[in-house]
């Protein structure tokens, strides 16, 4: 039963510290998101790949989150500096593609992030 | 823009009884809706999709362009129906398709 992987699943930090998440899509799905859920936001979509390359990272504070995926196994969700409102839930999500259209998105275990 | 709406961040309701989670959207294009759950310490997982027409755990949705609306029904509701569910709509734009979802509502349903 392939699922998408998140580590690490807990991550407290102070301010001002690096923070990097780490998600391994499912193998074969060539799509990949990474969502930010907080009580008052729900899900916000941080960012979008699609083999590889990222298509849209609108939903991110470019100056200090970063998003990449340095092969097909590994997505990385980078914060630098941490700041206390990053305090939220991360997941990942992968999925199969056709035709342009991610027929469902699969989603990681989240991980949980506490800046101080 | 798109956007999808879920009016209530809470619902409860006691077992046996009907549910109606509400999601409105707006959207210029072909819409196509989902609906996802995240039980307790469980990830969130797909329920149903308004194009496959089809009853997952008694749930029901109806798409209804006219009031674009995509409501989730019960018409009994279990304990274990209670968990967060989102609404999700189904976008095209220059980077491609992807979801954006409401802000979620939480059910709880009582014994």
């Known amino acids: 039963d392939a699922r998408v992987t998140q580590t690490p699943r807990h991550k407290v930090t102070e301010m001002g510290q690096e923070v990097t998440m780490r998600c391994q899509p499912i193998?074969?799905?060539?799509?990949v998101f990474w969502y930010r859920q907080t009580m008052m936001q729900g899900l916000e979509l941080l960012a979008y790949f699609r083999n590889r390359a990222p298509l849209d990272d609108s939903g991110m504070p470019k100056d200090r989150f970063s998003a990449e995926m340095p092969d097909a196994t590994l997505a990385t969700l980078k914060i630098q500096p941490s700041e206390p409102r990053d305090s939220a839930v991360y997941f990942c999500?992968?999925?199969?593609?056709?035709?342009?259209?991610?027929?469902?998105?699969?989603f990681g275990p989240g991980t949980r992030l506490t800046v101080l | 823009a798109q956007r999808v709406t879920q009016p209530e961040k809470l619902l409860s309701v006691f077992k046996g009884a009907p549910v109606e989670l509400k999601c409105n959207y707006s959207y210029s294009g072909s819409p196509e809706l989902f609906w996802y759950v995240q039980y307790s310490r469980q990830r969130l997982q797909l329920l149903l999709r308004h194009i496959s027409r089809e009853s997952i755990k008694g749930f029901t949705a109806d798409l209804n362009k006219g009031e674009t609306s995509f409501h989730l029904k019960k018409p009994f509701a279990q304990e274990e129906d209670s968990a967060m569910y989102y609404c999700?709509?189904?976008?095209?734009?220059?980077?491609?398709?992807?979801?954006?979802f409401g802000g979620g509502t939480r059910l709880m349903v009582k014994p």
């Open positions: 193998l074969g799905h060539n799509t």
């Open positions: 999500a992968s999925g199969p593609e056709a035709g342009g259209y991610t027929i469902e998105q699969f």
């Open positions: 999700a709509l189904s976008t095209f734009n220059n980077a491609g398709n992807m979801l954006t």
